[in-house]
């Protein structure tokens, strides 16, 4: 994380964790081929939600956003390595590991 970044989110960190989220486990072959990035953010989405219980909301970083959407809208990676900080006031944040 550079330092623009870090001065950005000055709160207090609480817990991290480093997860590998599966992306392809979540039906990618019924989803038709034109909406699968967008799905691939809403699973990354729910899942940090399922694993962090977060009292405030769920952000993505824009790296991992990136990754996701690198090879277009049509073929996302099959899984994504991230970071996850979850500040005292239930703020979830996730970075690309």
Same mark, same amino acid.
């Given at each position: ?19 590998? /989220? ?8 019924l989803?038709?081929?034109?909406? *699968?990035?967008? $799905?691939? =953010? ?25 990754? /996701? ?13 991230? *970071?996850?900080? $979850?500040? =005292?006031d ?8």
């Amino acid at each position: 994380m550079s330092e623009d970044e870090q001065a950005d989110f000055d709160e207090e960190i609480q817990e991290e964790r480093f997860y590998t /989220i599966p992306l392809a486990k979540k039906g990618f072959e019924l989803t038709p081929r034109w909406k *699968r990035s967008k $799905k691939a =953010i809403k699973v990354v989405r729910e899942f940090l939600e399922r694993h962090m219980k977060p009292e405030g909301e769920v952000y993505i970083s824009q790296d991992v956003n990136e990754r /996701i959407w690198e090879n277009g809208i049509k073929n996302p990676p099959r899984k994504v390595r991230v *970071r996850v900080t $979850k500040s =005292i006031d239930g703020i979830v944040r996730a970075y690309l590991a």
